[in-house]
């Protein structure tokens, strides 16, 4: 008889968070400076599940800045979508997900594992799970003033001392989190190896809800290899499918059928989505400010190019969609010398 893995049955079975049906099983991350609006709508385009925005502070939101209020705009093109909140006084983060909630997202989601000192020195992100009766506290305030699922983000721990991450989510789903994501590494790690997928799977055996794992998954191999080793409901990836939104369909693809081969892209077609990537940030924050951002993000499409390192640099001077232009010219004629 055929042996049906934990990863396929599930992609069998549509993973639920509260009443919301998902359409497969990869998350994307939230990240600063990447998961804006232009970058959901294009990784929903490409099957994510849903996507997760940048982070946003619940006291920036108390002293109603605009730029925090214009990080929560959430469009029909990138449903479901969570808004992520951060900040560590639970009154304060539920002012923050009322005024959230006017965007219509649906999800909000609670940042506990930033591991920034800027954030972590006011006591926010990943310096919550240190007092975890605080994580349960802000969850259940959230809850309070939210009709749709509220979600939390945690680590490993703190420290390797500290590895608490079952008792904080099993505080958090006590208090009435929806789901969890755990990144299965400390504070003190911040992105250094290992990632502890046993503690993923120990949370996953300790809760009842969903349980997101996350950290270092990069390749549909990965993503599956993580779902069957920690029986987790859905993978949650950040890094690696930045300029290779492709990840996400070449999941899907994975888990449906693991015989299959995948399919990637041309360079041609990475370079053309990198047009369309940016080009939607030109639109929803204007070029100066989206063009800033793009120097850095534009390097993601460049992988597998040879000379991707002289084509990183130059990413470094644009300032306009015409330089944009002008260096997707520039890398097509370096593949084409190859
Ligand atoms: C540039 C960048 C920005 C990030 N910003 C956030 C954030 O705003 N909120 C958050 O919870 N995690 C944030 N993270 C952490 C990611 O969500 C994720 O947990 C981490 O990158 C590990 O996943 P990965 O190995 O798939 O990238 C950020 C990570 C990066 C690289």
């Known amino acids: 008889m055929m042996n049906i893995t934990a990863a396929e049955g599930k992609a069998m079975n549509k993973v639920k968070i509260g009443n919301i049906e998902l359409r497969s099983r990869a998350v994307l991350a939230p990240m600063a400076g990447v998961s804006d609006r232009a970058y959901r709508e ?10 997760v925005s940048e982070m946003v502070s619940s006291k920036a939101l108390s002293f109603n800045s605009k730029k925090s209020e214009s990080l929560m705009e959430v469009s029909d093109f990138e449903r479901p979508c969570g808004i992520q909140i951060f900040g560590d006084d639970p009154e304060c983060m539920a002012y923050a997900a009322e005024k959230a909630m006017l965007n219509n ?10 591991p920034a000192p800027k954030i972590n020195s006011s006591g926010s992100g990943s310096a919550l799970m240190k007092n975890p009766k605080l994580c349960g506290d802000i969850v259940q305030a959230v809850v309070r003033v939210c009709d749709v699922p509220v979600t939390v983000k945690i680590r490993k721990g ?9 008792e904080v989510a099993k505080i958090c789903e006590q208090a009435g989190a929806s789901a969890i994501t755990v990144h299965g590494r400390t504070r003190m790690q911040y992105y250094k190896p290992p990632v502890d997928y046993d503690i993923i799977k120990k949370v996953k055996e300790a809760v009842g809800v ?4 996350n950290g270092d998954i990069d390749s549909a191999v990965s993503a599956k290899e993580v779902l069957d080793k920690t029986g987790c409901d859905l993978v949650m990836v950040g890094r690696a499918t930045l300029g290779n939104p492709w ?5 899907s693809a994975y888990l449906d059928n693991p015989d299959l081969p995948l399919y990637y892209p ?6 053309d989505i990198m047009i369309e990537h940016i080009s939607a940030m030109v639109k929803y924050k204007g070029e100066h400010m989206a063009m800033l951002q793009a120097r850095k993000l534009v390097a993601g499409y460049f992988k597998g190019i040879r000379g991707a390192a002289e084509l990183r640099n130059q990413a470094g001077r644009i300032s306009t969609l015409k330089d944009l232009y002008a260096l997707r010219q520039n890398a097509l004629l370096q593949a084409e010398a190859c």
Do not use: H, R
């Not at 703190?158 to 079952?166: I, L, P, Q, R």
């Not at 969903?210 to 794992?213: G, N, S, T």
């Not at 990840?247 to 999941?251: D, N």
């Not at 041309?266 to 370079?271: G, H, S, W, Y």
């Open 247 to 251: 990840l996400f369909s070449q999941i």
């Open 266 to 271: 041309t360079i041609e077609e990475k370079l």
């Open 210 to 213: 969903p349980v997101i794992a």
């Open 42 to 51: 294009l990784c929903v385009k490409f099957g994510a599940a849903y996507c």
């Open 105 to 114: 997202p649906d999800i909000i989601d609670i940042n506990m594992g930033c």
């Open 158 to 166: 703190w420290d390797d001392f500290s590895a608490n991450a079952v």
